[in-house]
């Protein structure tokens, strides 16, 4: 027992550092085994020819080459890309639209607040079967709504422009409180001095947009830009419940096309392999939040 | 303002609407404003869906086990981020955070298949374990953050006193960060109730929770039962609708570090 607090171990474990250790294992342990290990797994799969009831065949980046041979594949990231510039965008000028409404002062706000937050609670299955009633081609009141207004109507069962763009419209319903809520605190951190002084110096409501509200919501505006894009990226329940990726897999998202390789079609590695790219997708972004957060903090002096 | 009303109700309001509509009276064009209320889809719901209540139960035992979870091991965690600053801890805290980064749905590959070796397919152990390693990153983040507003001064004071650091956490921290653990469950009870994808591909019977019920529905063949669709959802809804009103402000807290007063 005295020998082995000369080991290394020993002395980490006996150390501050090494204290914290067994407070921080339980949350540790279920990312390592359930997130960190699977990630790793799945580049091997990926590395591998396999499928249920067959042993793994290395084949280096046969995988790949087919995925990215694939025209369901390129069509998939194309929908992801529409959706997610789309989505993200909209939600970003709604939300941020709301938050200055918001701070401009209104009245009965804590009931407001709590209506703009209320479809955060729907689930996603829920949300699928409103939207879907909503924009039903012969009764949904959305798309009689479309047809009063001489519109087009969504043929979105039909139509795989429509699909996306009903996917992408219950996407943003679903989410735009959490941007709201994110560029509303935003907002609210701009100091109020500001512009009193700039109402002082008799700004316009436009300039003191232009030149105090934006440039000091910017950073913020960034990072949701960015931590939207991320999740929005890997949307998969908005797509399946909706469209189920079709008609024809027209409107498969990278998601569906991942879990039809692995679960309709048995191709892991493939699926495994689309799975990397999302990964590498997924941690270009987050690089991306990483530099913005770095500037963020340091414009902040902290 | 009233548009943006409009767009965040609407869907819900019909929804409720529909769930009390005779039959024939959801899909009438125009749509029907005036009706006679009826409580048949929540018969039919009762009396033809049993599942569906075994899937209402499923997901509240998941939901329960998954928040207890969280809250303990982000709690543990974050009252270690908080109390020690040795840059190498805190680089495991940043990691925790990065592999978030991974999407859910490319984790299912390799779990698909050792899940089905430990048996724990279709089982509510692991539904709960993938919603608390989901959620536990954000969890450690936010107590760290709730854990750094209670004054050192008080666990040097206990620490004089002979306590342990369990003793600590105990008597100290878990009374005063409160606040912090309400705000983490709101996220981890909204999330496990309503989450999709884990339940479509890792539970087929026993486990399965209510949102997928509501898809089986949905997805039926012989034809949609809309009223009782509808019934369905609004149940499953409720709950964690009136919940999140409830808990508004600790929604709030959590997302804005305590910027918006709701």
Known sequence: MIRRQDTRIGRLLQSPTGMALPWIAPAHLLVWSLLVIPGIYVLWLSLQASTFGMSPQFVGLDNYRHVLGDVYFWRALRNTLVVVLGVVHVELLLGLGMALLFASGLPARRWLLAAV???????????AVVWRFLFDTQAGPANLALAALGLPMLEWSINPNHGLALVSLLSIWLNLPFTFLILYAARLSVPAELYEAARMDGATAWQIFRRITLPLMMPAILL????????????????WLLTGGGP????EVVGVYLYQEAFTFNAFG???????IMVLISLLLGAGYMVALRRQSMGHGR | MLLILC????PIVFMVMASFKPGQDIFAVPARWQFTPTVQHYISLWSQWRGFFDGLLNSLIITAGATALVIAASTMAGFAYSRNRAPSLQRSATFLIVVRLLPPIVVTLPLFGVVNALRLNDTHLILILLYATFFVSLGTILMRTFIDQIPYELDEAAMV??????????????PLARQGMMAVSVFVIVYAWNEFLFAFIFTSTRAKTAPLVIAEMMGSLDGVDWGVLFAASTVQLLPVLVFVMLMQKHLVAGLTGGAVKG
Do not use: C, H, K, N
Not at chain 1, 225 to 239: A, D, Q
Not at chain 1, 248 to 251: G, S
């Open chain 1, 270 to 276: 493939g699926a495994s392999a689309t799975g990397w």
């Open chain 2, 7 to 10: 767009w965040s109700l609407a």
């Open chain 1, 117 to 127: 937050l209320a479809p955060y609670a729907v689930s996603e299955v829920s949300a």
């Open chain 1, 248 to 251: 024809a897999r027209q409107t």
């Open chain 2, 161 to 174: 006193d002979g306590a342990s650091r369990a003793t600590i956490l105990w008597t100290i921290i878990r």
């Open chain 1, 224 to 239: 949701a830009m960015l931590f939207r894009y991320i999740f929005v990226f890997r949307i998969f329940s908005e797509v």
